[in-house]
């Protein structure tokens, strides 16, 4: 269990692990608090993240039209036990990725994460996320002024939202 | 914040994970009943030798100790990788990572 595979789910597993254990990781850390960022919040979209319905924050990232593709890959458990901790892993084969967009329908506001991707950047997002109740996970990818589009259905056995 | 950067070629696959309560603003205190107010990470960008290569934007949806995977290309050994955020309240953290 303690060999190290290059990449996938059981790397970032065993990562995480050796993390919560404290473990003399082979990792390169420095603490942080090291310098201020310049005035980066004032970029945060409100309207969108603060939209109770998927239509609205749908609508409030300026996604009118989506195409559904399988260019678009998203990795998610079909059954999650516990809404808290939902790995969700997207990989666009669009060319020109500029954006990745992370949904959960039925969350009390659905829109959870937006990644912009600059050039030097694969188009490639491995996170975590919180769903209140089973629903589908929905990703966009924006390219060249078009939204593409990929949804898992996801059943949470305990949400993560509340408690 | 903890980061692990590792080169695979010339694609740096790096690992963060970060340390904040990610409170949705819904969850009550177990012992006074009361509402733990909202508190999230709500902006994260990471550069590369300085230049902005991943800007993110979070709810209070993200789970709690965020963890995040992204992939950079064109790296090389000696490249300095950052990660910034900064949450709703206003705290910052940032950390950095030398390729080797």
Avoid at chain 1, 145 to 158: D, L, P, S
Avoid at chain 2, 51 to 77: E, H, Y
């Amino acid at each position: 269990m303690k060999t190290q595979p290059p990449s996938g789910k059981s790397s970032r597993r065993e990562f995480s692990r050796a993390l919560a254990l404290g473990s003399a990781y082979v990792a390169t850390f420095a603490a942080g608090w090291l310098r201020p960022f310049q005035s980066l919040a004032a970029e945060w979209n409100k309207t969108a993240f603060d939209a109770k319905v998927l239509a609205d924050a749908l609508k409030s990232i300026g996604a009118a039209s989506v195409i559904e593709s399988d260019q678009v890959q998203l990795k998610a458990p079909e059954i999650a036990e516990n809404g808290a901790i939902v790995p969700v892993e997207i990989t666009s084969r669009i060319p020109d990725t500029q954006t990745i967009y992370v949904f959960a329908d039925k969350n009390p506001q659905p829109l959870v994460a937006i990644f912009d991707i600059a050039a030097g950047l694969e188009p490639f997002i491995s996170t975590r996320i919180k769903m209140g109740e089973s629903s589908k996970i929905r990703v966009l990818v924006k390219a060249a002024g078009k939204f593409y589009v990929a949804t898992q259905e996801v059943k949470v056995t305990i949400g993560g939202c509340g408690g | 914040m903890k980061i692990r950067a590792q080169l695979q070629g010339d694609v740096a696959d790096v690992k963060v994970l970060m340390f904040h309560p990610m409170e949705t603003g819904l969850r009550k205190d177990p012992v006074t009943g009361e509402i733990i107010p909202l508190h999230f990470i709500r902006r994260v960008i990471a550069t590369h030798n300085g230049k902005t290569v991943m800007d993110a934007q979070w709810s209070q949806a993200v789970s709690k100790n965020p963890f995040v995977n992204f992939r950079i290309r064109g790296a090389k050994p000696g490249d300095k990788i950052t990660v910034n955020w900064e949450d709703n309240a206003g705290e910052k953290a940032s950390i950095e990572a030398t390729l080797n």
